[in-house]
């Protein structure tokens, strides 16, 4: 990777904690950017972390170490170091996926109910209250015998 490369990468994430930074929760487009730049910083995070871990361990399995190991202790500790950021990769990813849960509890919890009660109330407006034959009958209505509400001494 060239040194612009690597700058190019450091901007956008630099960029996308800025965005982060900036955003202030007035309405739910907020909150959908809100997740939308964590996801992507939590994925950015996720993939320079793992390929860092790649690198460091490769980088320490070169490691001549003890003559008499030819090499294998340095190779299985530079797995056990490189597990470290392994473990800070999948939390990165976790950070990302936060956001989108986040975001999908919002969904469910305020904007559902809300559209759910309009749709509510947009079928109700159709019915004509006042006599039907063939529908249930109501639980406080006198109905026939035997049926809910209904009474027959």
Same mark, same amino acid.
């Given at each position: 990777? /060239?040194? &612009?490369?690597?700058?190019?990468?450091? /901007?956008?994430?630099?960029?996308?904690?800025?965005?982060?930074?900036?955003?202030?929760?007035?309405?739910?487009?907020?909150?959908?950017?809100?997740?939308?730049?964590?996801?992507?910083?939590?994925?950015?995070?996720?993939?320079?972390?793992?390929?860092?871990?790649?690198?460091?361990?490769?980088?320490?399995?070169?490691?001549? %170490?003890?003559?008499?190991?030819? %090499?294998?202790?340095?190779?299985?500790?530079? @797995?056990?170091?490189?597990?470290?950021?392994?473990?800070?990769?999948?939390?990165?990813?976790?950070?990302?996926?936060?956001?989108?849960?986040?975001?999908?509890?919002?969904?469910?919890?305020?904007?559902?109910?809300?559209?759910?009660?309009?749709? @509510?109330?947009?079928?109700? @407006?159709?019915?004509?209250?006042?006599?039907?034959?063939?529908?249930?009958?109501?639980?406080? &209505?006198?109905?026939?015998?035997?049926?809910?509400?209904?009474?027959?001494?």
């Amino acid at each position: 990777m /060239s040194e &612009s490369d690597g700058e190019k990468l450091a /901007s956008n994430l630099a960029q996308l904690v800025q965005q982060l930074e900036k955003i202030e929760f007035r309405t739910d487009r907020d909150l959908y950017q809100y997740a939308r730049i964590l996801r992507a910083i939590g994925l950015e995070l996720h993939m320079r972390v793992a390929m860092d871990a790649d690198m460091v361990s490769a980088i320490l399995a070169q490691y001549k %170490g003890k003559w008499f190991t030819f %090499g294998v202790q340095s190779k299985v500790r530079s @797995k056990l170091v490189g597990a470290h950021l392994k473990t800070g990769a999948s939390a990165a990813k976790v950070l990302g996926l936060s956001g989108i849960k986040m975001y999908a509890s919002f969904v469910k919890h305020f904007i559902q109910p809300e559209l759910d009660a309009e749709k @509510k109330a947009r079928e109700g @407006k159709g019915k004509k209250p006042g006599f039907s034959i063939g529908d249930k009958p109501n639980a406080g &209505s006198a109905g026939r015998p035997g049926e809910a509400g209904g009474r027959v001494a």
